[in-house]
């Protein structure tokens, strides 16, 4: 699930609960091979950084960014966008951003520079976010949101 590219086109980083009870984050080659666990201690959502020498992941069920320097050792990078919003945060060159949603407010995004760790806001959201954050090599960013709820019935005849 979550599959991602690393940055030199050579590997997929996917999460997967294959012979565990939870997600870990695994890489495999893009020409084929044998997958390999990057984490020991769970993940789901993963992006390298530009340069790729970290491994920015999120998990499930806890509200904090690890990274894996040199793609080896896990450390907590991050207490950031929480764990609803795990699809809601993306890398550029110098920084991550982010969705910050908290209830009865409007949700923001907001920008984590990763030389000072320190947290800006970029932006207020007039309606509620839903998964999905990327920004571009320039300045642009774009996130998904829920315009419209709507449902569907359909009848179909039984057939033989």
């Keep these: 699930m979550v599959p991602s590219w690393s940055r ?8 997967s609960d294959h ?9 495999v080659p893009v020409k084929g091979g044998v997958p ?4 020991k201690n769970s993940g789901f959502a993963a992006f390298e950084s530009l340069d790729g020498a970290y491994v920015f992941y999120a998990k499930l069920s806890s509200r904090h960014l690890e990274s894996s320097p040199g793609r080896r050792v896990r450390e907590q990078f991050w207490r950031g966008p929480g764990p609803d919003n795990w699809g809601n945060w993306a890398v550029s060159k110098d920084a991550i951003y982010f969705i910050e949603s908290k209830r009865g407010a ?4 907001e920008r984590l520079d990763l030389e000072t760790k320190r947290i800006s806001q970029v932006a207020t959201l007039e309606r509620p976010s839903f998964y ?20 569907d019935l359909v009848l179909t005849k039984l057939f033989r």
């Design 106 to 109: 409007k949700s923001v995004i």
């Design 36 to 39: 390999v666990e990057v984490t």
């Design 19 to 27: 012979a565990s009870k939870t997600f870990h984050l695994w890489k």
């Design 132 to 151: 999905g954050l990327t920004v571009s090599p320039g300045k642009s960013i774009i996130f998904s949101q829920p315009d419209r709820e709507e449902h």
């Design 8 to 15: 030199d086109g050579q590997w997929i980083y996917f999460a």
